[in-house]
């Protein structure tokens, strides 16, 4: 089946700097999602991405759909202590199954 | 608008027991999704339901079972709990899993001893 990978499994960053997380799929997607889930939360849905080569802002984080629709990325410029979590890369299998990456944990020291 | 309701938040169990895990999703949403999550596996899919049929279900045991009643509410079943059944189990409901992102509960810890 279907494949997401995503890298790095952990970074740890002071508060400022920026962080990148980066996800690949064995398979094109139709679209693909991002998550986050605070430690001891569960998992919010960030955002859809759809179209080729799509990028889109939200404050402080960027996300981007490759034009081969395989891969993603997230990247938060300046990091604040509220961005600690686990970032989860998602996308549809079939049409019944969202497949999760296993995530990235990023830590974020004052 | 209520979220995804799932009960119980904790519980404990020993081996050999089963498990029923309640679900209630956002209301109109017709699409229930369950996730098991480990430290290691990360999130891993477990069934997925719309409008009572089971539409997919993932790489799990036969001892994992689940069902969708007519209100769109769903419960998971596993019997025979082994300790590695020991996990965060998510619900999540959509309209249509296709279509958007998927609103998950806060989740319901098993610990197996």
């Known amino acids: 089946g279907q494949q997401v990978m995503q890298i790095p499994q952990y970074q740890h960053v002071q508060e400022g700097e920026d962080f990148t997380t980066y996800c690949n799929s064995s398979?094109?997607?139709?679209?693909i999602q991002w998550y986050k889930q605070r430690p001891g939360g569960h998992p919010v849905f960030l955002i859809q991405l759809v179209k080729s080569g799509e990028v889109k802002k939200q404050k402080r984080l960027t996300f981007q759909f490759g034009e081969a629709k395989k891969n993603s990325s997230l990247h938060i410029t300046a990091t604040q202590t509220t961005d600690v979590g686990t970032y989860f890369c998602?996308?549809?299998?079939?049409?019944?199954?969202?497949?999760f990456g296993k995530g990235t944990m990023l830590l974020v020291s004052p | 608008k209520a979220g995804v309701t799932q009960t119980p938040r904790y519980l404990i169990k020993t081996r050999g027991q089963q498990v029923t895990l309640s679900c209630s999703p956002i209301s109109g949403h017709r699409s229930v999704s369950w996730y098991q999550q480990t430290p290691g596996q990360g999130l891993q899919f477990l069934f997925e339901?719309?409008?009572?049929?089971?539409?997919n279900k993932g790489n799990f045991p036969g001892r994992f079972s689940g069902r969708q009643f007519s209100n769109s509410r769903s419960e998971m079943n596993v019997s025979t709990l082994e300790l590695g059944d020991s996990a965060l189990y998510l619900c999540?409901?959509?309209?249509?899993?296709?279509?958007?992102?998927?609103?998950f509960g806060e989740g319901s810890r098993l610990t197996v001893l």
């Open positions: 998602a996308g549809p299998e079939g049409y019944s199954t969202l497949t």
């Open positions: 339901y719309f409008s009572e049929t089971q539409r």
């Open positions: 398979t094109t997607l139709s679209n």
């Open positions: 999540a409901s959509s309209k249509d899993v296709n279509t958007g992102e998927l609103f």
